[in-house]
């Protein structure tokens, strides 16, 4: 089992920087692939990107792309999310979430979730 706790939210401009950090517990981090998703009330949840168990391979959803990285420190067993160039469409819940079976974009696919951290981009 893994808890994961996320920060690094906040309020930022349009086209500025945040990275969110997921510290999680439990020896078993470097099994999971871990996941980044965001939400927004009223709307779906939305995949942004995974990052292989090594860290090896990140992949992305296409509305990220280019923007976003997800790195991870296995020592320090925390996973990371770089977001540049932030649009206000950005704006959301984000939440690191581990997946024990393997690399996927389904949310059914993660068996643990952090509580998320806020992330506001203003025009």
């Known amino acids: 089992q893994v808890q994961l706790v996320e920060s690094g939210g906040g309020l930022v401009q349009a086209g500025g920087s945040l990275r969110l950090s997921c510290a999680a517990s439990g020896r078993t981090f470097t099994s999971y692939v871990m996941g980044w998703f965001r939400h927004t009330p009223g709307k779906e949840r939305e995949f942004v990107g995974y990052?292989?168990?090594?860290?090896?391979?990140?992949y992305y959803d296409d509305s990220v792309k280019g923007r976003f990285t997800i790195s991870r420190d296995n020592a320090k067993n925390t996973v990371y999310l770089q977001m540049n160039s932030l649009k206000p469409e950005d704006t959301a819940g984000y939440y690191c979430?581990?997946?024990?079976?393997?690399?996927?974009?389904?949310?059914?696919?993660?068996?643990?979730w952090g509580r998320g951290t806020q992330v506001t981009v203003s025009a």
């Open positions: 979430a581990a997946a024990p079976y393997g690399a996927t974009r389904e949310a059914n696919g993660y068996g643990y």
């Open positions: 990052i292989t168990s090594s860290g090896g391979r990140a």
